[in-house]
């Protein structure tokens, strides 16, 4: 297995992963077969994060399958360039080996080159799985957004965490 940023070449296996996430995990935003995305959005939408100073996208190939990623959206106002927010997802068939922590380590490596200072993101309260992750990550809650999402006719809150970068 190999952590990589992805490529315009991945659009279609990236969009493919996305969609197979979406259905395995009711924590993503979409369920399945709900993202509206085609692969030329999805084309286009890696050129943008390639294009940006403060964002990206890793991958996490296995035997030439896309089976993970972490996306970091930079701020893009001078204000909040410092700042990435970030969404994580892995294949139910790759979870428990140690991915994420990978995915976040690379993450923290690239925001330390590019000067990033705040890694932020939100997760749904009762991910109980990622928030030990995020914590073990060094993440830190800094809030609670109530109601944010709507599940099985239950509202459902999200945490807000992030995490502070010393240089």
């Known amino acids: 297995m190999r952590i990589r940023e992805i490529q315009l070449e991945d659009a279609q296996r990236f969009l493919e ?5 979406d259905g395995e995990s009711e924590f ?12 030329e959005e999805q084309r286009q939408s890696i050129q943008s994060f390639k294009d940006s100073i403060n964002s990206t996208i ?4 296995d035997d030439y399958q896309l089976v993970g990623y972490l996306l970091a ?7 909040n360039r410092h700042s990435v927010y970030i969404v994580i997802a892995i294949l139910q068939s790759h979870i428990g ?4 922590t990978l995915l976040f380590k690379k993450l923290e490596e690239w925001a330390r080159e590019k000067g990033i200072h705040r890694l932020e993101l939100g997760v749904m309260e009762p991910n109980v799985h990622a928030i030990s992750l995020y ?6 809650i800094e809030g609670k957004k109530r109601n944010v999402f709507r599940m099985n006719d239950a509202y459902i809150d ?7 970068l010393d240089y």
């Open 58 to 61: 890793f991958v996490v190939e």
């Open 17 to 21: 992963l996305c969609m197979r996430a």
């Open 97 to 100: 080996k140690g991915l994420g």
């Open 73 to 79: 959206r930079g701020g893009s106002a001078k204000k």
């Open 135 to 140: 914590k073990k990550m060094g993440f830190e």
């Open 158 to 164: 999200e945490y807000m965490m992030a995490k502070l």
């Open 28 to 39: 993503l935003l979409y369920e399945k077969n709900e993202r509206p995305t085609t692969e």
